[in-house]
């Protein structure tokens, strides 16, 4: 068990001696990108503020990057690197078709909403 | 004579059964079926929150000035600071227990324990954290009017910081004086036993418009987020008019009803998305003092095995990949 750790990231780019040093790097990794995600929270830089398929910029790059850390927590800390393929798609594609599919009809519902108070006939606030 | 068969005669083979195609214990593999449940629910109530910010997206409120608060650091304005402390310290907890998971495939007790005990430390630091977060969020800052149609009115003044006008926010506080007051508060020991009310705001509404009239710098600010991606700031006419008109409630503070920050909405999922997280803490440090307790009583020496902590470590890093999501989808987009 000990020795079946996989202790490569970015596709074999580096590469660890050991799980232990793998663990530290992986820390190092999150740290940057959670210090990334606060400075621009921060400062909201203008040349991100522009909306790209119906979101912000920032937005867009602080949910991907939220995404690259969910990866590397499960795939490193939960040791999803080191399962069987089988289990490996059998958790992580079931999760994420049924939460893009339960998000997307959701924020579609939500938009339709809005528009209705926009632009329809109802009034909510007298 | 045998009536039933007991030997198929297809032992050994593939199809005999027995087989492991997953490779994984079955302990582990319920940690993630459930894993994979609870990660529905969480983004079940994420999305939830997505379709209300969605529903109204043009009045919700901005994180950046609801988060600014620091422990000890007063009255200064420092957004995402301290929660992003808080996402450190539940990443750092995260790589102990990954260490002790570690420790335990080479069967050092002593490491184990150790590791299993920063763990539960960073465990309960976050909590701690997340207790503060929600006082200090029901306690409120600067107090604002409730019109009759629900909506929020919020008031401020023009700065100027470094050469630029700023709409700094203003507290009840600073231009509201409270009169004496005919209306008390009605306890439940003076009628109807069971007929009570929360505590009464320090102002009425006519104080605060009084408060308004007499400070001509004072502007009331909507919620209405303009092209620039800022709340509207009415003028001093328009001010005046909207409280006098309809100005129905002082609010102070947030719980479930109302919201000084704006949307109740924003309060009422703020509450359960991260009460809900909380409470996934509260029950993973719980479960890892558990297992650190068999730790160092040798249960898992004896076993041959620490697959145990591997098991709880895969609920603790899930509750840390769930903070990450809260953290992203309430205090950053």
């Known amino acids: ?126 | 004579m045998n009536t039933t068969v007991v030997n198929t005669g297809t032992e050994g083979k593939q199809w005999g059964g027995g087989n492991e195609p997953l490779k994984s214990s079955y302990g582990k593999m319920m940690m993630w079926f459930f894993i994979v449940s609870d990660a529905l629910t969480f983004s079940g109530f994420l999305a939830a929150y997505g379709f209300s910010r969605f529903k109204f997206i043009d009045s919700w409120p901005i994180a950046d000035e609801v988060f600014t608060h620091v422990p000890f650091l007063h009255g200064q304005e420092l957004p995402m600071i301290y929660v992003a402390f808080m996402t450190f310290v539940l990443i750092m907890s995260s790589v102990t227990m990954v260490l002790a998971v570690d420790a335990g495939h080479h069967m050092k007790k002593a490491k184990v324990t150790f590791y299993m005990f920063l763990t539960i430390i960073g465990g309960l630091i976050f909590v701690g954290s997340q207790a503060w977060e929600w006082a200090t969020f029901i306690q409120g800052d600067y107090g604002a009017i409730q019109t009759k149609g629900g909506n929020i009115l919020q008031f401020g003044e023009y700065k100027t910081v470094n050469g630029e006008e700023v709409f700094k926010r203003v507290a009840l506080a600073d231009f509201v004086t409270a009169e004496q007051k005919m209306r008390t508060e009605h306890e439940n020991k003076n009628g109807l036993w069971f007929v009570g009310e929360s505590s009464l705001p320090t102002y009425t509404v006519d104080e605060v418009l009084k408060g308004l009239k007499s400070h001509s710098n004072v502007l009331v600010r909507t919620q209405i987020i303009n092209e620039e991606g800022h709340k509207t700031v009415l003028s001093r006419e328009e001010s005046i008019k909207q409280i006098a008109n309809n100005g129905k409630a002082v609010v102070e503070g947030a719980n479930l009803q109302v919201n000084e920050y704006g949307s109740p909405l924003f309060a009422d999922f703020f509450f359960f998305i991260t009460g809900f997280h909380g409470f996934h803490v509260f029950s993973g440090v719980v479960l890892n003092i558990i297992i650190f307790f068999n730790v160092i009583l040798g249960t898992y020496e004896r076993r041959g095995s620490y697959e145990m902590v591997e098991k709880v470590g895969l609920y603790w890093h899930f509750v840390d990949l769930v903070w990450v999501f809260v953290f992203t989808f309430f205090y950053l987009v």
């Open chain 1, 1 to 126: 068990m000990a020795d079946a750790h996989k202790l490569e990231i970015f596709k074999g780019l580096i590469k660890f001696k050991s799980n232990t040093q793998k663990i530290w790097g992986v820390l190092i990794l999150l740290s940057i990108i959670t210090a990334v995600e606060v400075v621009l929270g921060i400062y909201k830089p203008d040349a991100l503020m522009t909306s790209v398929l119906g979101m912000k910029l920032l937005n867009w790059i602080f949910i991907i990057l939220t995404i690259v850390k969910a990866y590397y927590i499960t795939w490193d800390f939960m040791h999803m690197r080191d399962e069987a393929p089988g289990l490996r798609r059998a958790v992580v594609w079931t999760a994420i078709f049924l939460i893009c599919y339960l998000v997307f009809i959701l924020l579609v519902e939500g938009g339709y909403v809005e528009s209705v108070y926009a632009s329809g006939y109802i009034k909510r606030d007298f």
